[in-house]
C-alpha cells in the first residue's frame, strides 16, 4: 500500500498500486473533496490543477448603471434623429421647422406631481412643496393607486421605500420606472423619500434610479433641496437640450 495526497486539499490517501499495470495510471477520487487525481504504479499523484473559475462579474448596481446611461443616450440619439428627419422633410417640402415646444406646451400634464406618501402629514408637506413649485399634486397612499396613477405622465413623482399595503411598495414603484422609455423616464423628476438615505446623495439616488434624495430629518428644507435636484437634473441634460434647440436655429 502507498500513501498519496490530494493535490487539492493535501488529504492523505493510501491506495494499493501493485493493481496499476506499468507505465499507467489510475484515477483515484479524495474521500474529503471528492477531487479525481491520476496516480501511477510508482505511487505519484500527479496534480491536476481545478479550472480556473471565471472572472467575478461586478457589483449589480455598476451594470444597472450602465444600463441606465445607454438606455439614456440611445433615447437622445433616437430623439434628435427623429427631429432631424423631420426637419429635413420639412425643407425639402418648403415648409419652415415647427418651433420647438417646451415640455408644458407638449403635454400639461407634466405640470402634475404624484405624490407616493403614507403618512397623511409628510404628504401633505410634500404637497404644499410641489404646490409652491407651480405643480398639481395627487396623493397615492398605497401601491394599487400609485401604480394605477403610473400609466399617466407626470412631471414629478416622489417615491418612498413602503405604502401602507406593500412594505416593499417603493422598490416595486423603481422597478416600473426603470423600464419605461428613456424619453418619457426623462420628462419626469423623481424624488425618493427616505429615513435612511441622506438628502441630495446623488450616488443613491442613481443607483434609487431617482434624481433627488430626500431624507425626512430634512422636511423644513424640503422645498430648497428638491428645486437643487431640479437645477442639478436640468444641468445634467444641458447638452441634450442645446442639441435640440440649435436642430431649430
Not at 19 to 39: E, K, L, M, T
Not at 73 to 91: D, F, H, K, S, Y
Not at 165 to 174: I, R
Not at 220 to 225: T, V
Request: aromatic share 4%; hydrophobic share 40%.
Amino acid at each position: 500500500m502507498t500513501t498519496t495526497a490530494c493535490p487539492q486539499c493535501r488529504t492523505e490517501v493510501r491506495i494499493d498500486v501493485s493493481r496499476i499495470p506499468a507505465g499507467r495510471a489510475a484515477r483515484v477520487s479524495c474521500p474529503s473533496c471528492q477531487h479525481q487525481y491520476p496516480v501511477t504504479a510508482e505511487g505519484t499523484a500527479s496534480a491536476v490543477a481545478p479550472p480556473e473559475a471565471p472572472p467575478a462579474a461586478p457589483a449589480g448596481p455598476a451594470l444597472d448603471e450602465r444600463a441606465w446611461l445607454r438606455r439614456e443616450l440611445e433615447a437622445m440619439r433616437g430623439e434628435i434623429e427623429r427631429q432631424v428627419t423631420v426637419n429635413i422633410l420639412a425643407t425639402l417640402g418648403g415648409r419652415p421647422p415647427a418651433p420647438a415646444a417646451s415640455s408644458e406646451e407638449r403635454d400639461p400634464e407634466l405640470r402634475n406631481a404624484l405624490v407616493c406618501e403614507p403618512d397623511p402629514q409628510f404628504a401633505q408637506l410634500l404637497c404644499g412643496v410641489l404646490a409652491e413649485m407651480g405643480f398639481a399634486p395627487q396623493i397615492a397612499g398605497d401601491l394599487r393607486s400609485a401604480w394605477r396613477a403610473l400609466d399617466r405622465e407626470w412631471g414629478v413623482v416622489t417615491l418612498t421605500e413602503a405604502l401602507t399595503d406593500d412594505p416593499e411598495a417603493g422598490e416595486k414603484l423603481q422597478e416600473r420606472l426603470s423600464r419605461l422609455p428613456g424619453v418619457k423616464r426623462r420628462r419626469m423628476f423623481v424624488v425618493h423619500v427616505s429615513n435612511d438615505v441622506r438628502s441630495l446623495d446623488g450616488g443613491m439616488a442613481f443607483v434609487l434610479n431617482a434624481n433627488v434624495t430626500l431624507n425626512r430629518a430634512d422636511a423644513a428644507s424640503a422645498r430648497e433641496i428638491v428645486r437643487k435636484g431640479m437645477a442639478d437634473y436640468e444641468r445634467m441634460y444641458k447638452l441634450f437640450h442645446e442639441a435640440k434647440e440649435a436642430l431649430h436655429a
